[in-house]
């Protein structure tokens, strides 16, 4: 069964360091999708990404952050100079229809920790 | 804007027992409930949905959900679960002006021998 994987599973990095999560989405799927966990809190939508635009983002991705899709398999968050509070895991999720009911499929996700 | 509440973080309960994992949820417009689980060390799996039509949706693994709208609720029901249901489980909405999920806080759901 297809699959959302996410590299690396566990990063660790200095504050003000750039650091950038890969996923590689479901191959047949158009639209993609960053959110993250911060420890005990919520799950919280980052940014939704189509056509190689943001199609939505949130009040939580600010000019920090960036997404791209490099090539025909990847799907990319860059985080430019991380913080504490950016500590979380982030997953990557994607659907084949960008419709409020399509199902998305999340990877198992990349905990970052920021020290 | 919309909320997903999950007022219990976690659930102890033993095998073949019967379980309910609680979801409510707060939005001024139309939305489409979800439960997803999280078994350790993967990602979020789709268990179930609502869109529309029949309140009452089940999963392939005996799970059901009602969608009951003057509650504002969206709770999981299993009548009998197995030590392979252990995971986190999250109940998400989504509405009609995108497509982004709004989570509640999710539920830890141990099942005991």
């Known amino acids: 069964e297809p699959e959302v994987t996410q590299t690396p599973s566990h990063q660790v990095t200095q504050m003000g360091q750039e650091v950038i999560l890969r996923c590689v989405p479901i191959?047949?799927?158009?639209?993609f999708y960053w959110y993250r966990q911060i420890l005990g809190q919520k799950v919280e939508f980052l940014v939704s990404?189509?056509?190689?635009?943001?199609?939505?983002k949130s009040e939580i991705f600010d000019d920090q952050f960036s997404v791209e899709r490099p090539d025909g398999s990847n799907f990319t968050l860059k985080i430019r100079s991380t913080k504490l509070e950016d500590s979380a895991m982030y997953f990557c999720?994607?659907?084949?229809?960008?419709?409020?009911?399509?199902?998305?499929?999340f990877g198992p996700g990349t905990r970052l920790t920021v020290l | 804007a919309q909320s997903v509440t999950q007022l219990d973080s976690q659930v102890p309960v033993f095998e073949e027992a019967p379980v309910e994992l609680r979801c409510n949820y707060s939005s001024s417009v139309s939305v489409y409930l979800f439960w997803y689980v999280q078994y350790p060390n993967q990602g979020l799996q789709l268990l179930l949905k609502?869109?529309?039509?029949?309140?009452l949706v089940e999963s392939i693994n005996g799970f059901e959900a009602e969608f009951n709208k003057s509650q504002t609720s969206f709770h999981l029901r299993k009548p009998s679960v197995h030590i392979s249901d252990t995971a986190e489980y999250f109940c998400?909405?989504?509405?009609?002006?995108?497509?982004?999920?709004?989570f509640g806080t999710g539920t830890q759901l141990k099942v005991e021998l």
């Open positions: 999720a994607s659907s084949e229809g960008g419709g409020p009911g399509d199902t998305q499929y």
């Open positions: 191959s047949n799927h158009l639209y």
């Open positions: 990404f189509y056509n190689n635009e943001i199609s939505e």
């Open positions: 998400a909405l989504s509405t009609g002006g995108g497509n982004k999920l709004t």
């Open positions: 609502y869109l529309s039509g029949s309140t």
